[in-house]
């Protein structure tokens, strides 16, 4: 080509937002924005598909907050399609599916699956189905753990007669019957008696807790999930499926890549699979963006490189500037109304109303969440200091296969024929500082975007991305913009010097 160098990638720090001319308060702006083609979030936030970051707590944490979480794809079929269930379960109007048990299984039995659900009670049921009684935390007050193996849950329940309500029961109507009766869960029966649904007090106290909440048509958080293209790959879409997912995430590292294509197409075309969104990517280009509006995809996640965990950029030396990649993209997308989702590299809250900005519709995080009580693994003391572990799918514990536990991270970057001792690592494992619960992370990184739409003078997402302009600024610039010349003598809460 005459201009092998092409355009110049810019990122994050190399841009600020113009302040305009504004009538905006930062309390009254509307942050709700487009996931995907069918799926809306009031605030733009995605945790990222990543095993130090999203299993089913993150992703009920982040739906709750009014974003959504991407369950990672390094877990067994099952393992995955179990958190998908846990999610939608979680909380809703009524659980329509709800975990039962037999009258003949033993307490123990019972606790294991209350375990596993995370819940502290369960209707018991017949094999029609019939609801027969129902056993709580109340039933087992009384009982000693040493009678567990003994006692079965036909002996200890709450019999029939029950309060239950009819199908079909509206959300006061079933309020009521629980406040009347001073119950906590309210089995919804039908005429002959069978178990059709589950409303619980709190689901009630969760819903006017989390107004914002993403909830699906019937009322359950809404979930994502990645998946990948090789190998048992279309079990795991189906097995997703079944468990209820909102949306998949066509997972790799290189979305311009035929395989990924032929994947969104099969799940787009199957009538099995068709109702979920599909999400694809990652791509940094325009032509990658095409590809995948092309084929069908209801939203495009871009990012090659710009992950605070990833060394793409510099093992294959390859990749795009972030601010650049999205804008890239959105030329592509824009047109075609598929959202792009901006992956990766945001250090700040300024970064996302920049990334919105450029072209992006959401944003997902990894390093900014990986230090939240909700995502998976445990504190780690470092002089006196809390961490919590965060690593890149393409690091070596991410890649490497454990006992018998195989890696589904390998294949994100084509190297599932690669034996361990042979991975050619793309990313790198490490720590971030313990933040606490998401809420107050959450509250910080959305609080950031309310000023940045009150500073550029827009009430919503559409109008920023509209209104929104660009200063490029210098290596100087940057200095400035970070505190400077001071020493820093008390920790803000969504400032750090990196
Ligand atoms: P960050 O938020 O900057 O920590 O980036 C998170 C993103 O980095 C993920 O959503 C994913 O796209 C990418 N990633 C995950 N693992 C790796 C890697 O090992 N290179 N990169």
């Not at 095993?51 to 009014?66: K, L, Q, S, Y």
């Not at 119950?183 to 969760?206: A, Q, S, Y």
């Not at 809404?222 to 293209?229: Q, W």
């Not at 940045?452 to 400035?480: H, W």
Request: proline residues 5%; contains cysteine; charged residues 25%.
């Amino acid at each position: 080509p005459a201009d092998p160098f092409g355009m110049i990638g810019l990122t994050y720090d190399d841009v600020l937002l113009l302040p305009g001319e504004t009538d905006v308060v930062p309390s009254e702006v509307d942050t709700t924005s487009r996931l995907t083609r069918e799926l809306n979030v009031s605030i733009p936030l995605v945790s990222a598909a990543m095993d130090t970051v999203t299993e089913a707590r993150m992703a009920i944490a982040m739906a709750r907050e009014g974003g959504v979480g991407i369950l990672h794809r390094n877990l067994s079929i099952e393992d995955q399609a179990h958190q998908v269930d846990l999610v939608k379960r979680s909380e809703s109007g009524m659980v329509t599916d709800p975990v039962t048990v037999g009258p003949y299984a033993t307490l123990a039995e019972l606790d294991d699956l209350c375990g596993r659900y995370r819940v502290s009670g369960l209707p018991v049921v017949d094999d029609g189905d019939r609801l027969l009684g129902i056993i709580t935390n109340r039933d087992l007050r009384f009982v000693a753990r040493a009678d567990y193996e003994r006692l079965r849950v036909h002996e200890v329940m709450t019999a029939q007669p029950l309060v239950t309500g009819p199908v079909g029961i509206d959300r006061s109507a079933a309020a009521d019957l629980l406040a009347q009766h001073k119950v906590e869960k309210l089995p919804i029966v039908d005429g002959d008696g069978r178990l059709r649904g589950l409303i619980t007090v709190k689901d009630f106290v969760k819903s006017e807790q989390y107004p914002d909440a993403t909830k699906d048509g019937e009322g359950r958080l809404v979930v994502g999930a990645a998946v990948g293209f090789f190998g048992d790959a279309w079990e795991r879409v189906t097995a997703l499926v079944e468990a209820g997912v909102d949306a998949l995430v066509v997972d790799t590292a290189n979305g311009h890549a035929r395989l990924m294509l032929d994947m969104v197409r099969r799940i787009k075309g199957d009538p099995g699979t068709a109702h979920v969104q599909v999400i694809g990517g990652n791509i940094a280009t325009r032509e990658g963006a095409q590809a995948l509006v092309d084929a069908g995809v209801d939203a495009v996640k871009v990012g090659v490189g710009p992950g605070s965990i990833c060394t793409t950029r510099v093992v294959a030396g390859v990749g795009v500037p972030q601010v650049t990649a999205i804008h890239e993209a959105a030329k592509a997308c824009r047109p075609a109304g598929v959202p792009v989702i901006g992956d990766g590299g945001l250090q700040y809250s300024g970064d996302i109303a920049k990334a919105l900005v450029a072209g992006a519709d959401t944003v997902m995080l990894g390093g900014l969440l990986a230090g939240c009580d909700e995502s998976p693994g445990d504190l780690v003391f470092v002089n006196g200091k809390q961490f919590k572990r965060y690593r890149g799918m393409a690091s070596l514990g991410a890649m490497q296969s454990r006992g018998d536990r195989r890696s589904y991270s390998k294949d994100r970057y084509f190297q599932g024929d690669l034996s361990d001792d042979e991975i050619i690592t793309e990313g790198i494992e490490g720590q971030v500082p313990y933040r606490g619960p998401l809420g107050p992370v959450a509250h910080q990184l959305v609080g950031g975007l309310h000023q940045s739409m009150f500073y550029v003078g827009a009430r919503s997402v559409p109008e920023l991305q509209a209104r929104g302009r660009f200063v490029r600024i210098t290596a100087a610039g940057l200095k400035e913009s970070h505190p400077h010349d001071v020493q820093m003598v008390a920790e803000a809460p969504n400032y750090s010097a990196r």
